[in-house]
T-cell receptor
């Protein structure tokens, strides 16, 4: 059964710091992995999607890497800003037990960037 | 202005009542989803629909029902059979249920049982 874990559950950093959020998954047979941002009481916004054949994706100050064989992904945020404060979730897409395509989400890392 | 809307933003329900959460999208997406989010847990899939007049149970469908009479709309009913309905409910849509299609999420509805 595919499980997705995100560590740490919460993180507080001073403004300007570079930081790494971690995501691990138990079954390496995934099609892709996606990172989302969620502001308090709001829906999810897609940040980056990495296909299983890719090693990384970049968007602005964000860089996501994928090591499928070891079941790990990281989201690197450069020069963090208070506006980056949010919960970051990762999700993997794979074939579920019944043969259908499934998305499994981690519980998220709550990030607080102090001004 | 394209996107997904959910209403209401907050909903309070007495025990034993059924309530319906609305989800509408104008993205012309075929697939729509309902997720439940609880503190400290990842999103869990309740129901999904690949096309109009079709829907499938997700991982936690017990106590919930849906309909998909129109492409734009996918309402979720939380019935009295759902033992612990207090949660944050998120609706999403994607072009299809294909593995490469990104899901776009609505703003969510917070349901509280009094």
């Amino acid at each position: 059964k595919q499980e997705v874990t995100q560590i740490p559950a919460a993180l507080s950093v001073p403004e300007g710091e570079n930081l790494v959020l971690n995501c691990s998954f138990t079954d390496s047979a995934i099609y892709n992995l996606q990172w989302f941002r969620q502001d308090p009481g709001k829906g999810l916004t897609s940040l980056l999607l990495i296909q299983s054949s890719q090693r990384e994706q970049t968007s602005g100050r964000l860089n996501a890497s994928l090591d499928k064989s070891s079941g790990r992904s990281t989201l690197y945020i450069a020069a963090s800003q208070p506006g980056d404060s949010a919960t970051y979730l990762c999700a993997v897409n794979h074939i579920g037990d019944t043969g259908g395509f499934k998305t499994i989400f981690g519980a998220g890392t709550r990030l607080f960037v102090k001004a | 202005d394209g996107g997904i809307t959910q209403s209401p933003k907050y909903l309070f329900r007495k025990e034993g009542q059924n309530v319906t959460l609305s989800c509408e999208q104008n993205l012309n997406h075929d697939a729509m989803y309902w997720y439940r989010q609880d503190p400290g847990q990842g999103l869990r899939l309740i129901y999904y629909s690949q096309i109009v007049n079709d829907f499938q149970k997700g991982d936690i469908a017990e106590g919930y029902s849906v309909s998909r009479e129109k492409k734009e709309s996918f309402p979720l009913t939380v019935t009295s059979a759902q033992k612990n309905p207090t949660a944050f409910y998120l609706c999403a849509s994607s072009m299809t249920t294909g593995v490469t299609d990104t899901q776009y999420f609505g703003p969510g509805t917070r349901l509280t049982v009094l």
